[in-house]
């Protein structure tokens, strides 16, 4: 044979149709599309005789470029794309791996050049590998990694646990692959702490912090660079107002409130008193108010009065007792006297009495210890009391350790003298008076000598004197004498009969 002509074709038209010389066996063909089926032709040329024969062959398909995935921010959804290569092909085999398992194997016609996965689990690292298929040859796989976004946690709990300073955040933990969580603690947009939880873990807490305040709570779930995010929120117990007291100020109406602030946050203070457990009154006091009062109160009533700090759904309280002073008891009256006996009466004081206490003074000193009586007595009898003396009774209402007084004052009658003689003196017309004390106090005597009931002398003498003459009487008459003890404002009366001497002086016996 002469030589030989070699060509290749593809379809109908011829792409290479060259001559090769009788010692060639081979020939290379460059420069084709990729995945193409061709057909070579090898013709045997003798003279003008040739004969020829055939083999059909397909170039390797090239890969895809620019292969991407992405999760479009879903939790469960990777989507490719790539361009599509140059040449020819017939189908594309789109494999989705997780942990060296292959989860999805798809065939995508050539004209398709992304794909979508559905059901994937939440933050898993994925291997999306496309080969192209061109006449059953596969190209060299493409490989691209994805990860799908990870899912958040459900079921966030963020509970204070009645205490002020204290929150702790606990959570279902979140389906899929995680790495880790990271809690966020803030406050107004400012973060206050940062924790990194282990995936196997789901709660953490946080101490230290403020009363009363309102806190954010953001849980991140991460999975490789993605993340994903859930919310909670809750506030710290208010704390309790310091330095509670409750005082009268010496009023029977009233109570003023007073304390120190609470520290950290809430929103104002309600103000609650109530008597045995039955609500009086409820007053709302702004925050930066830090005493209330209240008014038209029971005398003598004691309180509980109660001072709530209010943050949110969140209140803590403080209480203390408090108790109005009781009232003075009404007409009190020196209602009978004697000479060793004081009696006094009185009404009710108004609102709530626990008991009366007595006291007798004189000269601002005790007399007798004081007398307890229970709150319904309203009277009382001092006894054993010194003649003609002036006394100062105290009743002193007591209510708790509240108490009010009130007093008058209170003379006892004098004691009359003892022991009156008369007895004529030396002259014919005078009779002699001398008396014995009757005891107790006295101001003065007041010595009276009457003639048939008509008064005809009237002499005052000082209480150290015990005796008086009359004179320029009648001889032989008889007369009666009236002594007075005086002693304030109260007297009484001793009286004698004694007769003047006819001739001689001559005593007389007298008469009381």
Same mark, same amino acid.
């Given at each position: 044979?002469?030589?030989?002509?070699?060509?290749?074709?593809?379809?109908?038209?011829?792409?290479?149709?060259?001559?090769?010389?009788?010692?060639?066996?081979?020939?290379?063909?460059?420069?084709?599309?990729?995945?193409?089926?061709?057909?070579?032709?090898?013709?045997?040329?003798?003279?003008?005789?040739?004969?020829?024969?055939?083999?059909?062959?397909?170039?390797?398909?090239?890969?895809?470029?620019?292969?991407?995935?992405?999760?479009?921010?879903?939790?469960?959804?990777?989507?490719?794309?790539?361009?599509?290569?140059?040449?020819?092909?017939?189908?594309?085999?789109?494999?989705?791996?997780?942990?060296?398992?292959?989860?999805?194997?798809?065939?995508?016609?050539?004209?398709?050049?992304?794909?979508?996965?559905?059901?994937?689990?939440?933050?898993?690292?994925?291997?999306?590998?496309?080969?192209?298929?061109?006449?059953?040859?596969?190209?060299?796989?493409?490989?691209?990694?994805?990860?799908?976004?990870?899912?958040?946690?459900?079921?966030?709990?963020?509970?204070?646990?009645?205490?002020?300073?204290?929150?702790?955040?606990?959570?279902?933990?979140?389906?899929?692959?995680?790495?880790?969580?990271?809690?966020?603690?803030?406050?107004? %947009? !400012? &973060? @206050?702490?940062?924790?990194?939880?282990?995936?196997?873990? /789901?709660?953490? =807490?946080?101490?230290? +912090?403020?009363?009363?305040?309102?806190?954010?709570?953001?849980?991140?779930?991460?999975?490789?660079?993605?993340?994903?995010?859930?919310?909670?929120?809750?506030?710290?117990?208010?704390?309790?107002?310091?330095?509670?007291?409750?005082?009268?100020?010496?009023?029977?109406?009233?109570?003023?409130?007073?304390?120190?602030?609470?520290?950290?946050?809430?929103?104002?203070?309600?103000?609650?008193?109530?008597?045995?457990?039955?609500?009086?009154?409820?007053?709302?006091?702004?925050?930066?108010?830090?005493?209330?009062?209240?008014?038209?109160?029971?005398?003598?009533?004691?309180?509980?009065?109660?001072?709530?700090?209010?943050?949110?759904?969140?209140?803590?309280?403080?209480?203390?007792? %408090? !108790? &109005? @002073?009781?009232?003075?008891?009404?007409?009190?009256?020196? /209602?009978?006297? =004697?000479?060793?006996? +004081?009696?006094?009466?009185?009404?009710?004081?108004?609102?709530?009495?626990?008991?009366?206490?007595?006291?007798?003074?004189?000269?601002?000193?005790?007399?007798?210890?004081?007398?307890?009586?229970?709150?319904?007595?309203?009277?009382?009898?001092?006894?054993?009391?010194?003649?003609?003396?002036?006394?100062?009774?105290?009743?002193?209402?007591?209510?708790?350790?509240?108490?009010?007084?009130?007093?008058?004052?209170?003379?006892?009658?004098?004691?009359?003298?003892?022991?009156?003689?008369?007895?004529?003196?030396?002259?014919?017309?005078?009779?002699?008076?001398?008396?014995?004390?009757?005891?107790?106090?006295?101001?003065?005597?007041?010595?009276?000598?009457?003639?048939?009931?008509?008064?005809?002398? @009237?002499?005052?003498?000082?209480?150290?004197?015990?005796?008086?003459?009359?004179?320029?009487?009648?001889?032989?008459?008889?007369?009666?004498?009236?002594?007075?003890?005086?002693?304030?404002?109260?007297?009484?009366?001793?009286?004698?009969?004694?007769?003047?001497?006819?001739?001689?002086?001559?005593?007389?016996?007298?008469?009381?």
């Amino acid at each position: 044979w002469d030589h030989y002509v070699v060509s290749l074709g593809h379809r109908s038209l011829t792409i290479v149709n060259r001559a090769l010389a009788k010692e060639a066996k081979e020939f290379t063909y460059t420069d084709l599309s990729p995945g193409r089926k061709y057909t070579a032709n090898v013709t045997t040329i003798s003279g003008d005789l040739s004969n020829w024969t055939s083999i059909v062959g397909h170039t390797v398909p090239a890969q895809v470029m620019s292969l991407n995935v992405a999760n479009q921010g879903t939790t469960n959804s990777l989507f490719t794309n790539w361009i599509r290569p140059k040449g020819d092909v017939d189908s594309y085999q789109v494999l989705v791996i997780h942990e060296n398992v292959v989860i999805k194997n798809e065939t995508v016609p050539s004209d398709t050049n992304k794909y979508h996965f559905q059901s994937l689990k939440p933050g898993g690292l994925y291997s999306v590998v496309v080969t192209t298929i061109s006449g059953g040859i596969s190209s060299r796989q493409v490989i691209a990694e994805g990860r799908t976004v990870p899912s958040s946690v459900s079921g966030v709990t963020v509970n204070n646990s009645g205490r002020s300073d204290y929150l702790s955040v606990s959570w279902l933990p979140a389906a899929g692959d995680v790495d880790s969580y990271m809690v966020k603690l803030s406050h107004g %947009g !400012r &973060t @206050v702490h940062v924790l990194t939880i282990a995936k196997s873990t /789901s709660e953490c =807490s946080f101490n230290t +912090l403020t009363p009363g305040r309102l806190y954010d709570v953001t849980i991140t779930t991460k999975s490789g660079k993605y993340e994903n995010q859930s919310f909670g929120q809750e506030r710290t117990v208010p704390s309790n107002v310091q330095g509670l007291t409750v005082s009268n100020s010496a009023r029977s109406d009233y109570l003023k409130v007073s304390w120190l602030h609470a520290t950290g946050d809430y929103d104002n203070y309600e103000v609650i008193i109530k008597h045995n457990n039955d609500f009086i009154q409820t007053k709302t006091v702004p925050k930066d108010v830090n005493e209330c009062v209240f008014t038209n109160l029971i005398p003598g009533r004691l309180y509980s009065v109660t001072v709530c700090t209010r943050s949110g759904k969140y209140e803590t309280s403080e209480r203390a007792n %408090g !108790r &109005t @002073v009781p009232e003075s008891v009404k007409e009190l009256t020196l /209602s009978d006297r =004697s000479t060793e006996d +004081l009696y006094i009466t009185w009404s009710k004081a108004d609102g709530d009495v626990d008991q009366y206490e007595i006291q007798l003074l004189f000269n601002d000193m005790k007399v007798f210890p004081p007398h307890h009586l229970e709150n319904t007595v309203e009277s009382f009898k001092f006894t054993s009391l010194t003649p003609g003396r002036l006394y100062k009774i105290v009743v002193m209402t007591i209510s708790g350790e509240a108490q009010r007084s009130t007093f008058i004052e209170g003379l006892t009658v004098p004691s009359a003298v003892k022991n009156i003689h008369i007895s004529p003196a030396r002259m014919m017309n005078s009779l002699k008076v001398n008396w014995t004390p009757g005891g107790g106090d006295v101001d003065s005597y007041t010595v009276t000598i009457l003639h048939q009931n008509h008064p005809l002398g @009237v002499h005052t003498v000082s209480k150290h004197v015990y005796e008086h003459t009359f004179n320029k009487l009648e001889a032989g008459e008889q007369y009666m004498v009236v002594v007075q003890t005086k002693s304030g404002f109260l007297h009484n009366n001793s009286t004698a009969v004694g007769r003047t001497s006819k001739i001689l002086p001559e005593t007389i016996g007298a008469s009381s």
